[in-house]
């Protein structure tokens, strides 16, 4: 299993061109998670190979158009659909508001169950935990309450080293009793200790960090510190900076800062205001302060 | 001045391919009106040669997603891009609480007017007037409240005839009294009768009448008849009958025979369920008891 994160759209708050609004999906093994979804997403799932009866998760980071007219729609296909999975959807208060007024006003009710988990603004908390791994909310900075995300993939239990196996022939109870910790001891009595029949799994846990909406803000740091991908936005470049500090958006040069102090593997930048018709630019003025950078662009899949 | 239609989507409750789902511009010399908007509308407005800024009113026929789940988007990106000009939105009356809650969520507070008009369902009324024309709205028979809107020029008044205006070069004033229906008297006292001096014009008014969802019903044939362009849904064809008065929606055939009763001059259908890949088939069948159909077509451009 792999994180993936597949960039369905990514200019900022108004369509233009060919370039829709903030929308990723992140593939997790057989789940696909949302993150924002904006008008126009549910349209490009097919070409751009996400199947929609795997998206398990929805994550909001805030309640700007642009990171959300395209959820309701979206809701209400998996219904005309038939889905019978249940949903989970994650933002503020009002999302489910909103959500719930469509529904109403279009006499619908889903085929499905829908699970509404509120997030709170301006808090870092555990929204969602499994055996593979754990999903943040971390407060950014923006003009209306706004939430970067974090998903991080657990470590793997030390492996049995294949000697031992071949060896010693053990039970997947046995197995299992090891893998927690205990010795091993044979027919004859011999202890072998834990130490000398495991191995640390080579599996590498990803942690891909999400910034959909802020401000330059360096309080974000300890959240992302370390992550293989961030996601940053860099609506604007550097001759912009006093549009970005005005509108609560940071430049391409600031994401890069962001990225080196936060010591992350890779930076994906987007978000970019509709000025831009090329992109080139931004992810030059990035790669001055960050190397690694990516410029999101549509359909493009990254391996975290 | 004439009336013209652009198709901007033509597919029924979900995107299907690059079909996208009820949303339609009418081109009436300066200004646009938009005639339901679904998810996606804006995106098509600039390839379809639709400016943004001559859209003056918008008009849902009801409350299903794939007729407004545009909407919303639309306005904001009006007022992103600053507009100043006061806007109409026609619908009922929770289609208001909608907007005013993604508004207010999103901290915005739009830089232009917009007027909102509620429609009463089941109710025929007038919705609109100017010198030039008329809009009602009328029910139509669906599983939520739902109205079609007409869309009729005004005739226009009596011409002077050239040879009159030629030899007595009369004043502004004095040609709008001749057509305000007054004789005209020379510098010499001579009365020249009105008849005598006026000709009817030449311009034929258009009517416009439009059916988003509908089951068959032959109610609404009182208000449509005789129009120059009827649009009436046919999201299924006969086979699929049952279906269609199940979920109160039409079928090609039933669409035109309520064309060929209501005498109009060209059927327009539309709002094709996603099954069908081709629309040939219910052209055909729509033709076998309508030979004046057109099939909808995003992107299609028809003179009324």
């Known amino acids: 299993m792999s994180l993936q994160l597949v960039v369905i759209g990514c200019g900022s708050a108004t369509p233009a061109g060919n370039r829709i609004s903030s929308s990723f999906a992140l593939k997790k093994g057989n789940e696909v998670f949302l993150i924002d979804c904006s ?5 490009r799932l097919k070409p751009y190979g996400i199947r929609m009866n795997k998206i398990s998760r929805i994550f909001i980071s805030h309640l700007h158009g642009d990171h959300y007219f395209g959820l309701v729609g979206l809701l209400s296909t998996f219904h005309l659909f038939g889905r019978k999975d249940e949903l989970h959807v994650y933002g503020h208060s009002l999302l489910k508001e909103i959500i719930d007024i469509q529904m109403k006003v279009g006499n619908t009710s889903l085929s499905y ?6 997030i709170e603004a301006e808090k870092n908390a555990l929204i969602y935990e499994d ?3 754990t999903i943040e909310t971390f407060p950014l900075i923006h003009s209306i309450p706004t939430n970067g995300f974090l998903f991080k993939e657990k470590g793997r239990p030390l492996n ?3 000697d031992f196996v071949k060896t010693y022939n053990p039970s997947v109870d046995c197995m299992q009793s090891i893998k927690e910790g205990n010795d091993f001891m044979d027919s004859d009595g011999h202890v072998l200790l834990h130490k000398e029949i495991t191995e640390p799994s080579s599996f590498k846990p ?3 960090a999400y910034c959909s909406d802020t401000v330059y803000t360096e309080t974000i740091i300890p959240y992302i510190k370390g992550a293989d991908l961030l996601y940053h936005e860099a609506t604007f470049m550097d001759d912009m900076l006093y549009a970005a500090k005005d509108k609560l958006h940071a430049t391409a040069s600031q994401a890069a800062r962001i990225a ?8 994906l930048i987007g978000h970019y205001s509709a000025r831009y018709a090329s992109i080139d630019p931004l992810l030059e003025e990035a790669k001055r302060f960050f190397p690694n950078t990516i410029a999101a662009e ?5 391996e975290v």
């Open 160 to 162: 049995l080293k294949k």
């Open 113 to 118: 169950p829908l699970h509404f988990h509120e």
């Open 298 to 302: 549509e359909g493009l899949v990254i």
């Open 39 to 43: 008008e126009g997403s549910q349209m």
């Open 260 to 267: 080196a102090t936060a010591e992350v593997k890779a930076l």
């Open 206 to 208: 990803k942690i891909f």
């Open 131 to 133: 055996d593979a791994m």
